[in-house]
């Protein structure tokens, strides 16, 4: 079945591709939601250039819708027409336990008439992220929420050092309910590895936010 991952560029995201194309899903296409301007993603703020970069990496082509978090579900649907066309039949989406988004994800799917797969739902988070550290996936923090994630965090690898500050803080694992945010650098599913070279930190709306300066392909 030809698909379509739903794309934020983080962790989560990337092991749902990772299971999807392991599991035969022919992966068409990633689809990313950018704010009304188009210049950054609506979900993790991420530069459209570095999603771009991203895709090149993963030898997969990138399509964008622009929404407000009000006209989001509306412009969906509409990205997801335009692949059916395309004869995409389904979407990947890395949910792990939500209930309100796998049951949004789920209505949406249906509503447009294509399949939702959703290959993470009720695993546990020790087994995923041994999957995505375990695989070699590589990724950084790039957000996280002031007065739960520390500064000095943002910008490092998400690994086992991370995980343990999460646990003796008592912090979701996995950032489900967007105490923080990854972007996925490399892995085995990477043609080339995306080199972030120069960055800054900023805070907006209670979050700390990696400002991604410069950066390159590998």
Known sequence: MKVFVS?????????????????????????????????????????????????????????????????????????VKNLKTLKVEGGVFGDINLHEHKGWVERVCSEVGVKAFEPLWEESYEKLIEEFTGNGFKAIVVSGKVGLIGEDWIGKPFNQKFVEYLKNQGIDLCGEKGEYHTLVTYGPIFKHQLKILKTSRKVNSDYWFLEILEFRLT
Request: some cysteine; charged content about 25%.
């Open 7 to 79: 794309w934020s560029g983080g962790k989560d995201s990337c092991l749902a591709l990772f299971r999807a194309l392991k599991s035969g899903l022919k992966v068409k296409y990633l689809v990313n939601m950018l704010n009304e301007e188009g210049s950054r993603s609506r979900s993790h703020n991420l530069p459209k250039t570095v999603l771009d970069a991203q895709a090149e990496a993963l030898g997969i082509p990138i399509v964008y819708g622009r929404a407000s978090w009000e006209t989001y579900e509306e412009e969906f649907k509409k990205v």
